[in-house]
């Protein structure tokens, strides 16, 4: 079992940023691969981005590529989601998921968090 916890979403202005962190307990963070999915308001839950095991690759989806950036620090046992360039559209429940699988294409993960709310205002 990995139990998830998400922090760090809040309300910010667009054009600003946030770091959502996600921090791991129970199995060995760097057997998993870690995903960033988001849900907003009548919409499906969509795909953000996603780091290798090793935390050495990462893919992002294209309406987040060049902001966001997706890291891994097995150590801490904790990957964090630094959002920066934040436009109202990124508004949305942001969750964190983990699994041993490492793939764009990921639909559902072993493990996800609880979800933290990020909202951006115009």
């Known amino acids: 079992q990995v139990q998830l916890v998400e922090s760090g979403g809040g309300l910010v202005q667009a054009g600003g940023s946030l770091r959502l962190s996600c921090e791991a307990s129970?199995?060995?963070?760097?057997?998993?691969?870690m995903y960033w999915f988001r849900q907003a308001p009548g919409k499906e839950r969509e795909f953000v981005a996603t780091i290798s095991r090793s935390g050495r690759s990462a893919v992002y989806a294209d309406s987040v590529m060049g902001r966001f950036i997706i890291t891994k620090d097995n150590a801490k046992n904790t990957g964090y989601l630094q959002m920066n360039s934040l436009k109202p559209e990124d508004t949305a429940v942001y969750y964190c998921g983990v699994d041993p699988r490492y793939t764009r294409y990921m639909t559902t993960c072993d493990y996800w968090g609880q979800g933290t709310q990020v909202t951006v205002s115009s």
């Open positions: 129970g199995r060995t963070f760097s057997s998993y691969a």
